[in-house]
């Protein structure tokens, strides 16, 4: 990668991730999205992250909650719960990548999900959306009525 060409994707992500700071995360998902693909799109091992809301759906932070292989990633609901509550999250937007090049969510990506909205909901923090993201492809879930 060209030393111009990384300081720029990481000018530009940083302003995208200021402006999910100031305004909704939800009235601007299109930044959510070009985010998250500049966060996640060239790795080659899988990452799970956690995008953390307050109550205006304002991003407070984001964090990779989990680095995995290749091909996969354990993720803990338990620490998810435990990070989400040390960030004070109202919400949180889920998302992880598929170095395959495969943006199309799994059986085992959905149960996941579902066990995640569930553990979460117990402390009363929403899950708004779960992202997959392959190179420059990124899959909602919210959009696909998986959630």
Sequence with gaps: VFPALAAAEEMVRRGLREDMGRRDALSSPGAVRDYLRLKLRDLQHEVFVGLYLDAQNRVI???????????????????VVKRALANNA????LAHNH????????????????????????????????????????????ERGLL
Excluded at 90 to 93: F, S
Excluded at 112 to 135: E, M, N, S, W
């Design 99 to 142: 170095p395959s090049g495969v943006a199309e969510p799994s059986h085992a990506d959905e149960a996941l999900t579902r066990a995640l909205r569930q553990a979460l909901a117990l402390v009363d923090v929403k899950v708004l959306d779960h992202f997959v993201i392959a190179g420059n492809a990124a899959v909602s879930f919210a």
């Design 90 to 93: 109202a919400g949180i937007i």
């Design 61 to 79: 932070a984001d964090e990779v909650l989990f680095r995995g292989t290749l091909t996969q990633t354990s993720v803990y609901p338990r620490e």
